[in-house]
Every structure is written in C-alpha cells, then in structure tokens.
C-alpha cells in the first residue's frame, strides 16, 4: 500500500491536471460560442445562394453539364479528397473520426466506381488542418495539397484558397470528382463526419414554395452568364461553410472532453483522498497499538 507521503504528491498532481482540464474548458467554452454564432450567421447566407443556383439551374437552359465546366461530368479515374480536421489535439474523438469518415468515404468511392466502370480509381487528399495531414503521410496516401497555418477564425479568402485548389485540380484533368469531408456542428455534445461531393458542382434542388418558382424574374445579361458566374462563389461558400462548421464542431468537442477530464480528475482525486484517510487511519491505529504493547511490556 503506498504511504501518505506518496498518496499526497499523487493529489497535488491530480488537481493541477484538474486545474489546467478546466482552463482548457473555460477557453474552449469561450472559443466555441463564438464558433457558433459565425455558423449561425453564415447558414442563411448560404441557403440563399445554394437557392439562387438551384433558381438559375433551372432557367438557364438544358445541356449545362456538357457546357459548363464545373459541372461537366466525366469518368472516375482520379477522386479528389478535402479533408477538414483540427490542428490541435484535446478534442477527444472528432480527429479520429473525420479520419475514419475519409478513409471510408474514399473506399466507398472506389467500389462504387470499379463496379461501374470496372476500375478502381486513385485517390489524391486536400488536407486542412495538421491532424489530417498526418493521417494522410502516416497511411502513405497522395497528399495533393495541405494548409495547415489557417486562422482559428477562418475567413472567405482562406475558404477560397482552398476552393482554388479544387476548382484548378478539376478543371485541369487532375482529379475528376472532389468530395468534401468535414465535422458538421449539430449540437454542443454532437458532431456529425459527413462528406458531400464539391465538384463537379451537382445544382441543389430549391425549397422553396412553388409561388416563389412561379415568379418571372428579369436577369441581365442574362441567367447562363449570371449561372456561371456565380458557380466559383457558391464553392467558395461551401467550403467557407465547412471551415465554420469544422471550426465550431472541434472546439465544441473539446470543451466536452476537457469537462470530462476535469470530471475524472475530481474523481480520482476524491478516491486518493479517501485512500490517504484510510492510511493515515491505518497508520494512527499501528501506532497506538506499539504503544499499548509496549505498556503491557512494562
């Protein structure tokens, strides 16, 4: 049984990892409201340009996809891969996750593809953020790209940069669909891997009601010209969307595992304490017990 002596040092220890636990949790806490109030205002802006080009696909005419180029289709030799992770770790679960939400999405595409058109394709990763570069290196795929140096509070430039790099790839034959894979924010405690394809562009189907569908609007140049200027912004957003919901995702989870580990060290220290008691209580009773004999002796 271990001494008070070391019982002690073993309780200091546990409450100032209790300690540094709950600073992670307070920043992570203060971090992840705002995460969220950008999701929140950046949600209705996408909506409505997700509803313009669904608007504009349907105006602008048939035969889009073999004149458009980011929304020509082709067939899968090469599959493009955008990872969204975190760049620091304490966040529990999510970067492994997201890692295992690529690898199965990328081997879903592959199947899907060689029972299709009877080969299998290859596989090229974007990867954002540090956690899924080193997924990437440490499973020896080809990484095509990585930013890594993003700010924690990602802006629209840097959601275009990577949009860049997609567009570029796919447009130059390098790649020939591009999926998206990133943590959407559901909830405080819930995060949720998805992967949705970027490119080529697939127009949404609009929500909207059909008395909104109905109304003639007048558009100049015209709706092709407006359409297709508007498709590199509305993977800008995209993206720009998913570095948000990325953003507020991680730091939602590690304020959830901070709180754990706060938790577990209060309880382990509650456990230490009562083990110290019962040394301490263990050692009191030895020594009356030497005295008493040693009285009886005289």
Known sequence: MPSTREIRRRIRTVKNIAQI?????????????RAQERVQRARPYAEQIRELVSRLATVAG?????EVALLRSRPVKRVGLIVISPNRGFCGALPS??????????LEIQ???????????????????????????????HLLAEFTQLSDNPSMNDASAVAQVAMDAFLSGEVDVVYLVYARFVSTTSQQPVAIQLLPVQPPQSAGSSERQRIDYIYEPDPRAIFEALLPRYVDVQVYLA?????ASEESARMVAMK?????????????????????????TTQILEVVAGAGEL
């Open 21 to 33: 636990t709950r600073t992670f949790q307070m920043i992570a806490s203060s971090r992840m409201r």
């Open 62 to 66: 048939e035969d889009l996809g073999n």
């Open 97 to 106: 996750n997201i890692n295992r939400k690529a690898a199965s999405t990328a």
């Open 111 to 141: 199947e899907e593809v060689q029972r299709a058109e009877g080969q299998r394709p290859a596989v090229s990763f974007v990867a954002i953020g540090r956690k899924g570069r080193d997924f990437v290196v440490r499973t020896q795929q």
């Open 243 to 247: 570095l948000l919901e990325a953003r």
């Open 260 to 284: 754990n580990a706060t938790d577990n060290a209060n309880e382990l220290v509650d456990d230490l304490t009562l083990a110290y008691n019962k040394a301490r209580q263990a050692s009191i």
